[in-house]
């Protein structure tokens, strides 16, 4: 059976420019889709947070314009209600390895960028798992989670890898860009990332070598059904 590390941030504000707390937490669409995916797949699935702590949902996402729809945001707070045992039961983060898991998968929200874009214990954790060649899954907001990792020589881990993440431009339309401490594309770039996307809001998922990245929240389910289309060829090479 195949053993996924999901981890979910436990922050539920972001710290803006101007050091006010803006309400945050998992983006619905991005904990839902992918956990559904790998469900459905038989996966072991190990739900773990940073302390162990209850993640909660940004309700944002649950806003009909946001999530799709009235019809959208009642099938999304069914799933969440059926997840909220799993949510309520995270694992220390702290306390996971690489050697117990197959793949690592962390959904977005703007709630990575002020927990684990600058924990260097996650940062190393996500070494282990590149270095061990396993899959790590990131969509949305959460390659800001990339940050923190480095290699032995201190270099960024993900320097000339390509990867995206949510762009610039659906930050500006979110309307949150001007009142962020950084932009998280921006970033991805200055470390070194080759950094590509689609259009604004349309799905798109970027491979290479073990890390799968994710733009926004459409690209949620095709990022986790690719993982589960390609992990067992990767078992097999």
Excluded at 48 to 53: E, I, S, V, Y
Excluded at 199 to 207: D, L, Q, R, S, T
């Amino acid at each position: 059976m195949t053993r996924i590390l999901f981890v979910v941030s436990a922050a539920d504000h972001w710290t803006l420019q101007d050091g006010t707390r803006h309400p945050t937490g998992f983006w619905a669409e991005e904990l839902v889709e992918p956990y559904t995916v790998f469900d459905e797949a038989g996966y072991d699935i190990t739900v773990a947070t940073p302390g162990g702590r209850t993640p909660i949902v940004d309700q944002a996402s649950l806003e009909p314009d946001a999530a799709g729809g009235e019809d959208r945001v009642a099938d999304l707070k069914a799933s969440l209600e059926k997840l909220q045992p799993v949510l309520a039961g995270a694992a220390v983060l702290e306390d996971q390895r690489a050697e117990d898991f197959d793949l690592l998968f962390v959904p977005g929200g703007h709630a990575p960028m002020e927990d684990l874009a600058v924990d260097e214990r996650f940062g190393e954790l996500v070494r282990h798992f590149v270095e061990a060649d396993k899959v790590v899954a990131m969509v949305c907001h959460a390659p800001a989670a990339l940050l923190p990792a480095h290699g032995s020589g201190g270099r960024w881990l993900f320097e000339g890898y390509r990867l995206t993440s949510f762009t610039n431009i659906e930050e500006v339309q979110a309307g949150l860009a001007d009142k962020a401490p950084w932009l998280l594309q921006d970033r991805l770039q200055e470390a070194g990332a080759v950094f590509s996307s689609a259009g604004a809001w349309e799905p798109y998922v970027v491979v290479d070598r073990v890390l799968y990245t994710g733009q926004n929240p459409a690209s949620s389910r095709p990022l986790a059904e690719r993982v589960v289309a390609e992990i067992p060829a990767r078992a097999r090479s």
